[in-house]
């Protein structure tokens, strides 16, 4: 990104009020401070040297211009040229250390704690409950560990000694100049003050032209990517020319503000060289003036004027560096707003499974009803009631909307029921740690979501730490090994953004093969086989078989081909129970669901036979 857009991008952050709320809120970053204190001190104390000796340089080189004039400038060091010369040196050697080491020291409290405030932000945010979730986007999210965090960042490491720099300049410069002469600060503090106001209103102008502009011009990308995207209905409807003119209107939007802003830039440079320059004529005729009289010397007409450059560059600085802090405080709210969220029960120490909470594979839904927090006045499950127990196969079918995935979302507790009670094993849910409750269950979605590395790490997720060939025995069962294999780099083949260089027959048995190794006690499978081939779909149909042997599955079925063989078939409609039984059982009730869902399957696939049904 240019720096103009950069720029531009900053100021496009919101700002938040300066308060006492909001500064209560701010000064919760210094809590991540206290383990760096000591840095973070000692680079305010070498902050402190630094601008000594900054503002040591306008002084000595005044002594070194009497010296010169004056042949002799009065005592010690100050006596001639050299030894002036010389002291100047040893300030700028002095100087130069002093900075060196304020802006190491900042940066290791700064980053440090910068890097804190992202791991317990991160943590917080993968531990925050389903629901939060489903009300949030993931670029928001996404936002506040980057720029919200990057702003926060930069004002430990960069603003808040830029201020502090900035507030010390100028109490300092300004008592000195007062001290050199009375009359003339009052001539300089008559004018600058004026000079600074016009100057911050001009900025503010410029930025709001500036900010047009940019948005106009993301309008006009906008009509580019919509005609690129929509090109054969550009074509098909022969509106080039059309299209043509919409962006020509649009880019000529963009030339008029660019050119309003070029105006308004080049006033403000005029104004900045002759009213600037204006004022430093004006305090230098005074102060030649004062010079003929005796009142002032040269040497010290020459450090008045430097030390008015340094308290005008402070108080034309205050107020970017107010505006970084609005917008850190508003950066700061956000992110507490995260930190302050409930979290779930998530356990980040142990490991392994604790013997009073391994699961047995008996599950129970008892009277459970269910709306989803976003949508209270929709209900989507009503009073359902049923029993799995241990090794069997349960299949949850039923049309679209019926309630069949939020079944799964409450069994691996991404909610809470409104009512009623799941019990696994005949204990109530709740009882058992969540954590420890979802490393013995294994979920195989419908959409698979891989990571972006390699075949190997997105299997091994479901085993943090399997040994290679737990893992080839997996990918073997899942169907998976033999197109593995096949790629020149194997299992270190890169998947790509969520797998995208795999065709979704090949992530959906990646996502098996991750199940099968995480050896679950409960699995939950949503259509697992739905991208399959029919081939490859008849292997790993049998390598669920034998997955789960021995385990309690409940399988979301939208084909009823593929659960005929369940030992309970649950049919859901408008969130609850309209049939229970085996396939077998439900195919003799001629006016059941399943059995009209079953005849509408078979009209719109001729290919499949009614004995697959």
Not at 123 to 149: C, H, N
Not at 213 to 223: K, N, W, Y
Request: hydrophobic share 45%.
């Amino acid at each position: 990104m240019a720096k103009e857009d950069q720029w531009w991008a900053d100021d496009k952050l919101p700002k938040a009020k300066i308060n006492r709320e909001s500064l209560s809120e701010a000064a919760h970053l210094f809590s991540y401070l206290k383990p760096y204190r000591v840095q973070f001190i000692a680079a305010l104390f070498f902050l402190f040297l630094s601008n000594l000796s900054t503002m040591v340089f306008p002084f000595v080189t005044g002594k070194l211009i009497d010296s010169a004039l004056l042949k002799e400038s009065g005592i010690g060091i100050f006596q001639n040229i050299n030894q002036v010369a010389i002291v100047l040196m040893v300030v700028l050697t002095f100087q130069a250390m002093f900075s060196f080491a304020r802006i190491s020291l900042f940066a290791v409290a700064g980053e440090k704690a910068l890097a804190d405030m992202r791991r317990d932000t991160y943590t917080r945010i993968l531990t925050l409950p389903m629901k939060f979730f489903s009300q949030r986007r993931v670029g928001e999210l996404a936002s506040r560990l980057s720029s919200d965090l990057s702003q926060i960042q930069d004002t430990i490491t960069t603003t808040l000694a830029e201020f502090l720099r900035q507030v010390i300049t100028l109490i300092i410069g300004v008592t000195i100049i007062f001290n050199i002469s009375m009359k003339l600060t009052l001539v300089m503090l008559s004018v600058f003050p004026v000079l600074i106001v016009v100057a911050v209103l001009f900025g503010k102008s410029i930025r709001k032209l500036a900010r047009k502009a940019q948005d106009q011009l993301a309008d006009a990308g906008t009509v580019v990517e919509e005609t690129l995207q929509g090109i054969t209905n550009v074509k098909a409807f022969s509106n080039e020319k059309f299209e043509i003119k919409r962006y020509s209107g649009s880019i000529n939007k963009v030339v008029a503000l660019a050119l309003k802003s070029a105006r308004l830039r080049g006033a403000f440079a005029s104004f900045i060289i002759f009213c600037l320059f204006g004022a430093i004529v004006l305090v230098m005729w005074y102060g030649a003036s004062l010079i003929q009289t005796n009142e002032l010397t040269v040497g010290e007409l020459t450090s008045f004027i430097m030390y008015t450059t340094f308290v005008g560059g402070s108080m034309a600085g205050f107020a970017e560096v107010y505006s970084q802090l609005q917008k850190t405080i508003g950066a700061t709210q956000r992110v507490r707003e995260l930190q302050k969220e409930l979290p779930e029960d998530v356990d980040l120490i142990n490991e392994e499974i604790i013997t009073d909470n391994k699961l047995n594979g008996n599950v129970e839904f008892k009277n459970i009803s269910f709306s989803y927090p976003g949508r209270k006045e929709m209900q989507v499950l009503k009073d359902v009631s049923f029993k799995a127990e241990y090794g069997q196969k349960i299949a949850i079918v039923g049309p679209s909307g019926a309630g069949k995935s939020t079944m799964v979302n409450l069994l691996l507790r991404f909610y809470d029921a409104d009512a009623g009670d799941i019990l696994f094993d005949g204990r109530n849910a709740n009882d058992f740690p969540l954590t420890q409750q979802r490393k013995q269950m294994a979920f195989v979605p419908q959409d698979i979501l891989l990571f972006g590395g390699s075949i190997k790490e997105n299997i091994v997720y479901g085993k943090p730490g399997a040994k290679e060939e737990e893992i080839i025995e997996a990918a073997k069962q899942a169907n998976a090994h033999d197109f593995i294999i096949s790629f020149p780099d194997g299992y270190e083949t890169i998947v790509g953004e969520r797998g995208i260089r795999l065709s979704g027959g090949q992530r959906q048995r990646v996502a098996i093969a991750r199940a099968i190794l995480k050896d679950p006690v409960i699995l939950l499978l949503d259509e697992a086989t739905s991208s399959l081939d029919s081939e490859s779909e008849r292997l790993v149909q049998d390598a669920l078989e034998k997955l789960m042997q021995h385990r309690t599955t409940f399988i979301i079925a939208h084909r009823l081909a593929t659960v005929k063989n369940a030992d309970q078939i649950i049919v859901l409609d408008n969130g609850t129970i309209a049939e229970q039984g085996t396939h077998d059982e439900l195919m003799q009730n001629e006016n059941g669901l399943y059995k009209k869902l079953a005849s509408m399957q078979f009209a719109t696939n001729p290919v499949l036979q009614p004995e697959e049904i």
